[in-house]
């Protein structure tokens, strides 16, 4: 079979194959490849991606708490209660918490209170009221944050530090209790905001988030890959689905969005920094139609080329033929060249010529069965072999001593000669080097078939 008839075969072969492995994909197929292989594998993608948010943002907390607990604890902060206070240690705040904001970019402002949510010290200037030489007067809190009410920030004696999040402002404050050192009286507590967008770089740079992916804060945790500014309607959702007894990494429907796709939930409890919450989209466990297509034509073209593959296992019997031919010629020369030290050329080819039709069905005999329809090409392939034989045999006579050509053993030589090129010699061996002999080219050979 030629190049051309093969590549046409597999192709036949392979588009009846791809159509009926088409139809059979969509019908189920594809169903059982997502819901087996391909959720399962998205799945695991999320939760490893939601467990890396988790843990960033835990340490982001630590970073954050430790470096604010420092501050909380600085002696000229228990002045700030007096109702008078010194030009020095108004300055020496200001500085402290200047550099402070310097230093973590994140860091947005500082409100000291007392335990009814009065302020006696801010770094912002719109919560001052008056400002003396020895005093400044402040709002409360409820006055001065639309996010989180006084009683919502302040703490009380016994409270441990920590931190909590206003949704609406996109804030997290980290909470600390103030006491007189000498006196151990608490005293109120020291607010310290933090913009949730400090957060958010500091996901990016730890490569937990995408450029552009989309962050917010939500009460009780983080949502990541939604905005919740743009559906209001979440926060009753996440409530929902976030209640105490809620199972981590549990995927459950949330709402649908505005082309109609439903949007999930997984979420995880961390240690520190509350509940982080991932939001997939519906088509996030489905293949896509492109993915659909890749796989159907990658299906087609490996199915296409394994055919064509198969077909070309088998060798073209004409090259087979041309193959034996010339290894009987090679084979033939050599035989005869060992046993001569020197040889009569032009007697040798006369005797040839003489012996044509004999050698010519001995070869034909050598190469085995051949079919119907390749007989006339093999016969004009064992013609053009005998016509090169003799003619390389033409160039010696010039160049060569004429001498007795001793042709009684020139059958056994035709005969050995045949089946060795039927044995399956994969080379053809070298021609010896002899007096008066030029050698002859040899090609390497292949390993004989039987021609169909």
């Not at 240690?89 to 904001?101: P, W």
């Not at 010290?121 to 005093?135: A, H, I, M, P």
């Not at 796709?261 to 896509?288: Q, W």
């Not at 093999?378 to 033409?394: F, N």
């Amino acid at each position: 079979m030629r190049s051309a008839q093969k590549v046409a075969f597999s192709l036949l072969i392979s588009v009846a194959v791809f159509a009926a492995f088409t139809f059979l994909a969509y019908s189920g197929l594809f169903s059982y490849l997502e819901s087996n292989f391909y959720y399962p594998r998205v799945r695991q993608a999320k939760e490893l991606e939601l467990e890396a948010a988790a843990k960033a943002v835990d340490e982001y907390i630590t970073i954050n708490s430790e470096r604010f607990q420092s501050a909380a604890q600085e002696d000229f902060l228990i002045m700030n209660y007096l109702p008078n206070q010194s030009q020095e240690n108004i300055y020496k705040t200001t500085t402290f918490f200047e550099l402070l904001q310097k230093e973590n970019p994140g860091f947005l402002f500082f409100r000291l209170t007392d335990t009814d949510g009065n302020i006696h010290f801010s770094t912002l200037q719109e919560d001052e009221v008056e400002r003396q030489r020895y005093k400044v007067v402040y709002k409360s809190l409820d006055e001065v944050d639309a996010g989180l009410s006084g009683e919502d920030l302040i703490l009380t004696s016994g409270d441990e530090a920590d931190f909590i999040l206003d949704p609406i402002n996109q804030h997290m404050v980290f909470r600390y209790p103030i006491y007189d050192g000498a006196a151990d009286i608490f005293k109120g507590t020291g607010l310290f905001y933090v913009s949730g967008k400090d957060l958010l770089l500091y996901l990016l740079k730890a490569n937990v988030l995408d450029i552009g992916q989309q962050y917010g804060i939500v009460k009780g945790g983080y949502i990541i890959n939604l905005n919740p500014e743009g559906y209001p309607e979440i926060l009753e959702s996440l409530a929902k689905a976030w209640s105490e007894d809620f199972d981590s990494r549990q995927i459950v429907p949330l709402l649908q969005d505005s082309e109609g796709s439903t949007l999930y939930l997984m979420s995880l409890k961390t240690e520190k920094a509350g509940v982080i919450g991932l939001i997939l989209r519906e088509d996030e466990f489905t293949l896509s139609g492109h993915l659909k297509i890749l796989l159907l034509l990658s299906f087609g073209l490996t199915f296409f080329l394994i055919v064509f593959l198969v077909l070309s296992f088998k060798q073209d019997s004409l090259l087979v033929l041309s193959n034996r031919i010339k290894r009987f010629e090679a084979d033939f020369l050599k035989q005869y060249v060992e046993k001569k030290e020197a040889l009569d050329w032009e007697s040798w080819k006369r005797e040839l010529q003489n012996r044509e039709e004999e050698v010519k069905t001995q070869i034909k005999k050598g190469i085995g069965r051949v079919k119907k329809d390749n007989k006339e090409k093999v016969d004009t392939l064992i013609e053009k072999s005998w016509q090169d034989l003799l003619s390389l045999i033409g160039t010696k006579v010039e160049h060569t001593e004429k001498k007795r050509l001793e042709v009684e053993n020139l059958e056994e030589i035709i005969q050995t000669a045949i089946e060795k090129a039927t044995m399956g010699l994969s080379t053809a061996p070298p021609i010896v080097q002899r007096k008066a002999v030029s050698p002859l080219p040899v090609k390497k050979l292949e390993e004989p078939e039987e021609a169909e």
